[in-house]
């Protein structure tokens, strides 16, 4: 046991002495400004690639299996329409927004583990471009396996837990290269392939069933506008940017380990845990 908590005190050392919770607001800030652009734009490549009966099709039975008591359905399926109505002329500026998101990132980790970088901004943005560009296998991937797992949750009972898990196999199998990404470019370093994949997949396992909650926290009957003079509308936009914050946080706690872990197996000291500063 004692090992163990040495063990653990030892891979996420990177995070002593770091103010994890600001760190987690910032990239939630640069999240909340890009998430929209980023899904109207995978939306839009993936309508370009398959076509938009097609994306219609495989999204149209998880609409309707997912939980309306905060009105999450209306909000994908307008997302999904806006996306696939997207002309070049809006998908291109919505690029620039969708970017921020890269450059949040590294921002958020260079601070961490390298303070001072030049151009850090820039450079997450162009790490974030072969993800977009990607957007489209990686959506399409993930709505080939909605129509079964949607299919299951409607069903009740046994088959709701089954569609729930393989659900969460899908949303993991798509993260997992999205995760091992950000870890191994859009944060500054290259850590060894071998860390920044185990961890990386362990850190979008966790991610995937942090998603699920969130969508088991829509099926709560909650009246959100409660703490805003009865605004919903405030409520709900404070609630998705307390899940994204939560997860910016699990996000960051497996750089820490992909980064500690990395310095560790390439015994690199001017990356140790012990050369971070505090």
Not at 151 to 169: A, E
Request: charged content about 10%; cysteine-free.
């Amino acid at each position: 046991m004692l090992r163990a908590r040495q063990a653990l005190t030892t891979l996420f050392r990177p995070l002593r002495g770091r103010d994890v919770a600001l760190h987690a607001a910032a990239i939630t800030f640069y999240s909340g400004i890009a998430v929209i652009p980023v899904a109207l734009l995978a939306v839009w490549l993936t309508g370009l690639v398959v076509g938009a009966e097609r994306v219609h099709r495989l999204t149209g039975r998880t609409i309707g299996a997912l939980p309306d008591e905060i009105g999450a359905s209306h909000a994908l399926a307008a997302l999904i329409d806006a996306g696939l109505a997207l002309t070049p002329m809006f998908a291109l500026a919505s690029l620039l927004p969708a970017t921020l998101y890269g450059e949040g990132l590294r921002r958020a980790f260079a601070s961490l583990s390298r303070p001072g970088e030049r151009l850090v901004g820039w450079r997450g943005r162009l790490l974030w471009l072969p993800l977009l560009a990607a957007a489209p296998a990686l959506l399409l991937s993930l709505l080939l396996a909605l129509p079964t797992t949607s299919r299951l949750w409607l069903r009740g009972g046994w088959w709701s837990v089954l569609g729930v898990v393989l659900s969460f196999l899908a949303v993991w199998l798509v993260l997992t290269p999205v995760v091992i990404w950000v870890f191994r470019y859009v944060a500054p370093g290259r850590p060894p392939w071998l860390t920044t994949t185990l961890i990386g997949s362990f850190t979008a396992a966790n991610l995937s069933g942090f998603l699920h909650g969130a969508v088991l926290f829509t099926s709560l009957p909650l009246d959100l506008g409660v703490p805003f003079g009865g605004l919903t509308e405030v409520g709900a936009v404070v609630a998705i940017g307390l899940w994204l914050y939560l997860f910016h946080v699990v996000l960051l706690t497996g750089f820490a380990a992909t980064r500690t872990a990395g310095s560790l197996l390439s015994d690199d000291p001017a990356s140790s845990p012990s050369a971070t500063p505090r």
